[in-house]
């Protein structure tokens, strides 16, 4: 992988950052492999929700994007929809459970 600077056309640019999206969803992939396996620990909504901790983790990740030199706000509002998404995933998995 090229660095920002490296790249000499945006054809490249391009490419590099069509392997960055690619990383990422692959790592979203494996966080939802997480998701799934924290299921075997909750057995109702409340624990999937988990308030507290969906507040200390969007709390962490503001910090992270400010330590990223990245809007916390975005940060914070795709990581709202991410785990939104993991919770109905949770829940699906809870009832099919039963």
């Known amino acids: 992988m090229k660095v920002p600077h490296e790249c000499k056309n945006i054809e490249e640019v391009r490419?590099?950052?069509d392997s960055?999206?690619?990383e990422?969803?692959?790592?979203?992939?494996k966080r939802r492999d997480y998701i799934q396996a924290i299921?075997?620990?909750?057995?109702n909504p409340d624990e999937?929700?988990?308030k507290d901790r969906h507040n200390a983790v969007i709390d962490e990740r503001r910090k992270m994007a400010i330590l990223h030199r990245l809007?916390?706000?975005?940060i914070e509002r795709i990581y709202?929809?991410?785990?939104d998404y993991f919770i109905e995933e949770q829940l699906d998995l809870i009832?099919?459970?039963?």
């Open 48 to 50: 999937v929700y988990a």
């Open 80 to 83: 709202r929809l991410l785990m």
């Open 71 to 74: 809007n916390p706000d975005i």
């Open 39 to 43: 299921v075997k620990y909750k057995n």
């Open 15 to 17: 490419r590099e950052i």
């Open 20 to 22: 960055i999206d690619a």
């Open 24 to 29: 990422i969803i692959d790592l979203i992939g």
């Open 95 to 98: 009832r099919n459970k039963k």
